[in-house]
């Protein structure tokens, strides 16, 4: 490894980082984290801070469970790669393939197709449920329905689904047939609507009637995040999932669940869609599964969508895939991760945790007019959105939220910015201390703005 000067006179330098200006990079250098331990990393100048994004909502287990580290060491030494292209498998394919299934049996999932990360898997999905109407005899099904706020990731079709223009505008056009409803975003809406049940009645509604125009026959799926992470952490009525799942089924459109943050406890639940009380026909995964240690996703389906491909003729194969889908290092690292996730019930820990953040984001809410929006309460997802003026709602300039988070950084805390919102997503695995901790560096970086 080179010196430190080195790394800080090359930082941004060659590398372009995702979601940022590379010009911008080379002015303001990213911060260099150096290690971790725990729910804390250290940065190259030797300061210390907890991390309330857990990586980037995927840091489930903390950053030292030995037992994942060693799964992938052992892994990398006995069979560092095959391909599961068809033809050929790996043990830890097949074992993790099986706790997979597993693990969301109560979802109604009955099949995993590997993949290496989220944006995959949604990619998959897509794939999968336009595939599935042809195989029924109803190849118009192409198109898809999502939310405003949703963030389905960044390839060809989950920017397509998404409904942050900022993942779309210099991409266009990207995949056509893709209309997005109302978030249940009950801050800031086009009816004003600030009761989250009625709210959700009207984006309901609202699909009922996109569906019409669209005509029911052309509509592929569905996709939803259960609660919308980077969108800004908002959280849907409980009756927004239950109300689309039945307009789904009475239309003929298959539900995908995007569990790439939800899944593997986040919610208090060991998936978004059971915390709503809701059984999709797919779900994406990924980020939890390993913990962040390696990078794997999945596609799920359940036994509905399963039967109708493996009992199809010819065109029922699946001819999509990625290098390393089932990878068997990856696979090692799910099998660990997920045996770990288990035994120390994360999801237990996620309920209480995140209640202590989301009040302690309430109470600050009291003493600083710039928040204007404290948003989770539902496991460990808390977003807090910042404004300039609390009555008219005014979104914070990028410069104060900028100074917000490196004083709230420099005070012991690394959150994250969305826009004009702090999103924080912890660890499971925190502590009430580390919590508390995340909610003094608020305090301070709040009093710097």
Known sequence: ?????????????????????????????????????????????????????GGLWCVNLGYSNDKVKEAIARQLQELPYYSAFAGTSNPPAIEASWMVREFFAEDGMARVFFTSGGSDSVDTCLRLARQYHKLRGEPGRTKFLSLKKGYHGTHWGGASVNGNNRFRINYEPLLPGCFHLPSPYTYRNPFDEIDPARLAQKIAAIAEDEIAFQGPGTIAAFIMEPIQGAGGVIVPHETLMPLM?????????????????????????????????????????????????????????????????????????????????????????????????????????????????????????????????????????????????????????????KRIHQATYEAGAMVRLGMHNILMSPPLTITEAEVDTILDALDKGFSAA
């Open 245 to 401: 799942r039945d307009i789904c089924d009475r239309h003929g459109i298959l539900m995908i669940s995007d569990e790439v943050i939800t899944g593997f406890g986040r919610t208090g639940d060991w998936s978004g869609a059971r915390h709503w009380g809701v059984k999709p026909d797919l779900m994406s995964v990924a980020k939890g599964i390993t913990s962040g240690y390696f990078p794997v996703g999945a596609a799920l389906v359940n036994e509905k969508v399963a039967e109708v491909f493996e009992t199809a003729d010819a065109e029922g194969a699946i001819f999509h895939g990625y290098t390393y889908s089932a990878h068997p290092v990856g696979a090692a690292a799910v099998v660990a991760c997920l045996e770990e996730t288990l035994r120390l019930d994360t999801r237990s820990n996620a309920g209480p945790r995140g209640t202590q953040l989301y009040e302690g984001a309430k109470r600050l809410a009291e003493k600083h007019d710039i928040v204007g929006d404290v948003r989770g309460g539902h496991g460990l997802m808390t977003g807090i959105e910042i404004v300039s003026d609390r009555a008219a709602r005014t979104p914070m300039d990028a410069v104060t939220m």
């Open 1 to 53: 490894m080179k010196d430190d000067n080195f790394l800080k006179e090359n930082n941004a330098r060659h590398l372009w980082h995702p979601m940022g200006h590379p010009g911008a990079a080379q002015t303001d250098a990213p911060k260099i984290i150096r290690k971790a331990q725990g729910v804390r990393i250290t940065d190259i100048d030797g300061h210390e801070a907890v991390d309330a994004v």
